[in-house]
C-alpha cells in the first residue's frame, strides 16, 4: 500500500474536494449541513480560508485526491483568534489507509507554526463517528464534553462531542500577537 502524500490544497482540487464532501453531506452525520455545496461555494469557503491565513491540505494516493483538512477559526469573536476547529474528509474508498491520520498531523503542524494555540474538533453524532474519535484521540485530542442533541438530521437528533489539543505551549505562555485582532 503506497503513502499519502500531503501537500497544500489548490483551486485545481476543487471538484474532487466537493465531491468528497458532498458524499459526506448527502450519506453521513460527520458534517450536520444538509444540502451539499456546490463547488462555487466550496472556493468561497477555500478562498476565506487562504486569505485568513489558515492551513487547507490536500492527500494524494496513487495519483488522486483522496482526501483533506482544512482548519478555520473555532468562533469568530477576536479572542478566540489562536484557537482553531479542523475538518477532515477522506473519500469513502479510501478510508483505514492511513490518509486521515496524516493528514491530521500534518495540519497540527501546519497550525502550531502559525502561531495557534488549541485546535477543536466538533464531531458530530458521536456513536456513529467512532472512527473520527479515535483518530483524533490518536493524534493526541482528549474529550472535553458532549452536547447532547444539538443537531437533527436524517429525521433523528444528533450530539455533538468537543475534542480539543494544545498546539505547542498551549496557555503555558501568552501568544505571539502577530494574528490580526
Ligand atoms: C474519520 C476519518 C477522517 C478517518 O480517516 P482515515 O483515513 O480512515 O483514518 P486512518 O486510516 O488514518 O486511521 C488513523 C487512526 O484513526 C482511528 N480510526 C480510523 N478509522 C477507524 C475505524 N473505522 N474504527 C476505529 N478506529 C478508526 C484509528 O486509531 C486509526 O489508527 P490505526 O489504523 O493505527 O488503528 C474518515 O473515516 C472520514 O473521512 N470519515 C467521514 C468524515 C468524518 O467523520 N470526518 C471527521 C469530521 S470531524
Redesign the pocket.
Known sequence: MSAPTIRPATFADLPAITAIYAN?VRH?T??FEQDPPDEAEMKRRMVSLLDGGFPYLAADMDGALC?YAYAGLYRTRPAYRFTLE?????A?D???????????EALLCESQARGFRQII????DSPT????V?????AGFTIAGTLAAVGFKFGRWLDTVLMQRALGEGGDSPPAETRRA
Not at 479542523?86 to 477522506?90: L, M, N, P, T
Not at 489507509?97 to 496524516?102: D, E, K, P, S, T
Not at 479515535?134 to 490518536?138: C, E, P
Open positions: 459526506a453521513g460527520a458534517s482526501g479542523d475538518s477532515i474528509y477522506i469513502p479510501r478510508h483505514r489507509r492511513g490518509i486521515g491520520r496524516a493528514l491530521l474538533a466538533v464531531i458530530g463517528q467512532a472512527p473520527s479515535a483518530l483524533h484521540r490518536a
